[in-house]
């Protein structure tokens, strides 16, 4: 304002003020503009953090009214009996289960799983996924081999005159899988399927092998097939197997209940045996609740078995040790170190019938290696009298397949 004049000769004594004037209130608006973008940033951020932790506690609140409702239904129970002291066992029963729950919990809200993320967040993280995974096809064509659709689809057998027991989701795009795999962990609408291994040629009902199944908010379900990779490269896997792993624990409970002798097959993925702090709260939990363990067979893949490290091994050891049994499925090849798998705490065996009519040769060494030991065989995925015929003339324990019934829901 003073010196105007003399860099610029043309201008006035007034008219230098008058420009020094405008300068200073240029300046005064510019930073107030600045300030009010700066505070509106922060309130911005406050209120984003206020959402994901609203969000987070109602997620927490709906867990623990679930943790409350298996209380309340043990004291009921407890209510409905004159001896209290009888019903303690199944007050003790509830408590520990909703222990195990609460192990779920960290998990289950862990930001990296995005299960409790606004909507654009998710987007954003589904598009990350996508793009993360065509670049490894990219680069590893092969890298799914281990998430075929074939080892995981189950088709749909029924009689003509059979009610459609449940509505099937099909033709779903990988996003719209994805958003339905977080809100079903989110809404706790993991259900299990169980299918019965039935004794041969007797067909006796011997054992159950729990399936999950996701359903929708409209009530349809979607199969392992559709969402089982892709939960995989969303990190979701683990969560879907915890959650598993607890429903079977329920039924277990109930089945001790009623004086039956069943045993359930729960499969297991390499990734939920690599949760180490998974693992170790549920060796705790079957070590205080020894009397499951006989009734629980961890099932695992026979490639991802053999690839698992000491200390994933040491963990299935640590359960084997309690008394649940050890079963490999999706085996491939009759050429293994059967005495190996039999030292491994290995009893189960799970394969296909065409592993038999490949090579009777090959078949008949397979089976006088397996005699003596203490694995038995289960031909699973077998949906005809034709496919049982090839297989009833080996020495086979167990059958599994929808000619001996298919996956249904497991009563409440």
Same mark, same amino acid.
């Given at each position: ?35 009010? @973008? ?27 009214? @679930? ?6 239904? *043990? ?26 729950? !609460?192990?779920?919990?960290?998990? #289950? ?14 987007? !954003? ?10 670049? $490894? ?20 057998? $029924? ?25 079903? #962990?989110?809404?706790? $609408? ?14 006796? $009902? ?6 999950? /199944?996701? @359903? ?34 329920? &039924? &277990? ?8 002798? &069943? ?29 499951? *363990? ?11 078995? #053999? ?34 798998? *039999?030292?491994? /705490? ?11 009519? !490949?090579?009777? &040769? ?14 038995? #065989? ?8 034709? *496919? ?25």
């Amino acid at each position: 304002m003073l010196f105007g004049p003399t860099y610029i000769p043309e201008l006035q004594t007034g008219g230098a003020m008058l420009l020094g004037l405008w300068v200073f209130l240029a300046g005064v608006v510019l930073h107030e503009i600045m300030t009010r @973008r700066s505070r509106e940033e922060e309130t911005t951020s406050t209120l984003e953090t206020l959402h994901h932790n609203q969000a987070v506690l109602r997620d927490r609140i709906s867990w623990t009214r @679930r943790e409350m409702l298996g209380m309340a239904e *043990a004291l009921e129970g407890a209510a409905k009996s004159s001896k209290l002291s009888a019903e303690q066992s199944i007050i003790n029963d509830a408590l520990s289960e909703v222990n195990l729950l !609460k192990t779920l919990m960290p998990r #289950l809200t862990d930001p990296f799983l995005g299960l409790f993320d606004d909507e654009t967040n998710v987007i !954003k993280k589904d598009k990350r996924v996508r793009e993360e995974s065509e670049v $490894r096809r990219a680069k590893h064509p092969d890298f799914l081999d281990d998430f075929r659709p074939e080892n995981y689809v189950e088709k749909t057998v $029924r009689e003509p005159s059979e009610p459609e027991a449940v509505s099937v989701l099909t033709g779903l795009g990988e996003t719209e899988v994805l958003s339905i795999v977080r809100q079903s #962990l989110r809404d706790d $609408r993991i259900e299990m399927f169980l299918q019965p291994v039935v004794t041969l040629p007797q067909r006796k $009902r011997k054992f159950y092998e729990c399936l999950s /199944r996701l @359903r929708t908010s409209k009530g349809q379900v979607i199969e392992p097939g559709q969402y089982v990779a892709i939960a995989t490269r969303a990190g979701l896997i683990t969560a879907i197997d915890n959650m598993l792993l607890f429903r079977c624990v329920q &039924i &277990i409970r109930k089945i001790l209940r009623s004086g039956d002798d &069943i045993a359930f097959f729960v499969n297991l993925s390499s990734h939920t045996l690599k949760d180490h702090d998974f693992f170790d709260d549920f060796v705790e939990f079957v070590r205080g609740n020894v009397e499951l *363990a006989p009734h629980l067979i961890i099932e695992v893949a026979q490639k991802e078995f #053999l690839e698992l490290k000491a200390s994933e091994l040491l963990s299935l050891e640590r359960l084997m040790g309690l008394g649940c049994r050890l079963s490999l499925d999706q085996v491939q090849s009759l050429d293994m170190d059967l005495e190996a798998l *039999a030292n491994g /705490r290995v009893r189960f065996l799970k394969l296909e019938g065409w592993l038999f009519a !490949k090579s009777q &040769i090959e078949t008949k060494r397979f089976l006088e290696q397996l005699r003596g030991l203490p694995i038995e #065989l289960v031909i699973e995925k077998v949906e005809s009298e034709d *496919a049982l015929v090839q297989v009833l003339g080996q020495d086979v324990s167990y059958g599994q397949g929808y000619l001996f019934g298919e996956p249904r829901p497991a009563r409440p």
